[in-house]
């Protein structure tokens, strides 16, 4: 699964260089990168503009790179609906350019990509404990976001150099950030109440730059074990956080009146990513431990 990169020479010290400086998993990455010590740069090119790409590579001659540019859509991926084109110029034009570059310089891309590109179907049914594996293939294109990422991906499965994660409904610990999905929900008026799998980016994110100091490539279901639902997320945030948080539930038919795009629902079997990190926790496991715990603000009981 490792890819003979020019960076895996052992005497070659790490440097990584990182798209995606202004949002949200760039930033928390390069945060990430200055704690552990290590070496990196963000780009400065755009991503659809194959020579701004080059000059980055030759300018900072990283042994990796890490992609967390992407549009995903302001407030929502219901932006992409309306910008089909700028979805397409950086989400596929850019991030096969991307990848393509370096494949020529011999090296490997961790792809920040997304695991919406799945819904719960007869064979992996709500409830089971049956998700999807990583050689299953994508059944969602209910929003334009996710077929353009599920065209992508099925591309990138040709680069020998990409490592592709599948991110979901991503968390983290800054309950303040309006992009965390607990923040989120808890901000809605009513949120629908479906177990779905998520990534805990606290625990999630460093693993990924293990990731890329061991070369590994191939397509990964990057969530926790397993699946938590909006209601117990919601319980927990009352439990952890405010004792008084009321919500209000609605139906996936009464949701669909005020989105433009559908959202998809699923799980996915992160066994092949506990197998490669068995110190891996569960979904519910890591919100209390990475979440809810260092959070707290009610007393103990
Ligand atoms: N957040 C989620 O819910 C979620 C879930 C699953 C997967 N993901 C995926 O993870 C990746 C990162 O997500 P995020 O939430 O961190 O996104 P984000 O906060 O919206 O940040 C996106 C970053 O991409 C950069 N960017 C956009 N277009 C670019 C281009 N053409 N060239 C170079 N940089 C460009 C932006 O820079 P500028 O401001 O300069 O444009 C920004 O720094 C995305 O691919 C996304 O699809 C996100």
């Known amino acids: 699964m490792g890819f003979p990169a020019n960076g895996s020479s052992t005497d070659k010290p790490l440097k990584f260089l990182i798209y995606g400086r202004t949002g949200w998993i760039g930033g928390l990455l390069g945060k990430l990168c200055e704690a552990q010590g290590i070496d990196f740069v963000y ?22 790179v890490f992609n967390a540019a992407g549009v995903t859509g302001r407030p929502n991926v219901d932006w992409c609906e309306s910008h089909k084109v700028e979805t397409i110029r950086t989400n596929v034009v850019g991030t096969l350019t991307l990848a393509d570059v370096c494949r020529e310089k011999g090296l ?18 709500i409830g089971t404990g049956v998700g999807f594996k990583e050689e299953d293939k994508p059944n969602f294109i209910g929003s334009f976001y996710s077929k353009t990422k ?20 991503p968390i983290s610990s800054d309950l303040s950030n309006p992009r965390n999905f607990i923040t989120k929900i808890t ?12 990534t805990i980016l ?7 730059i293990e990731m890329g100091k061991r070369n590994l490539t191939g397509i990964w279901n990057f969530t926790n074990p ?28 009464e949701q669909a009146k005020v989105i433009i795009a559908p959202r998809s629902n699923n799980e996915l079997d992160a066994t092949k990513l506990k197998e490669e990190f068995p110190e891996l926790l569960s979904i519910k496991e890591s919100l209390i431990l990475y979440v809810f715990k260092p959070n707290r603000k009610t007393p103990l009981a």
């Open 226 to 253: 397993g699946v938590v639902s909006h209601n117990e997320i919601l319980e927990m945030y009352r439990d952890y956080i405010d004792p008084n948080f009321t919500w209000k539930n609605f139906t996936l038919e």
């Open 150 to 169: 599920a065209m992508v991906e099925d591309l990138l499965k040709n680069y020998e150099n990409v490592c592709t994660l599948r991110v979901r409904m």
């Open 43 to 64: 780009g400065s090119g755009r991503l659809e503009n194959r020579s701004s790409l080059e000059a980055d590579l030759a300018t900072v001659k990283p042994t990796h």
């Open 108 to 125: 490997v891309m961790i792809n920040y990509a997304t695991g919406c590109i799945f819904e719960y179907d007869s064979e992996h049914s």
């Open 187 to 198: 901000r809605y008026e009513k949120v629908v109440d479906i177990p779905n799998s998520m």
């Open 202 to 208: 606290d625990e999630l994110l460093p693993i990924s």
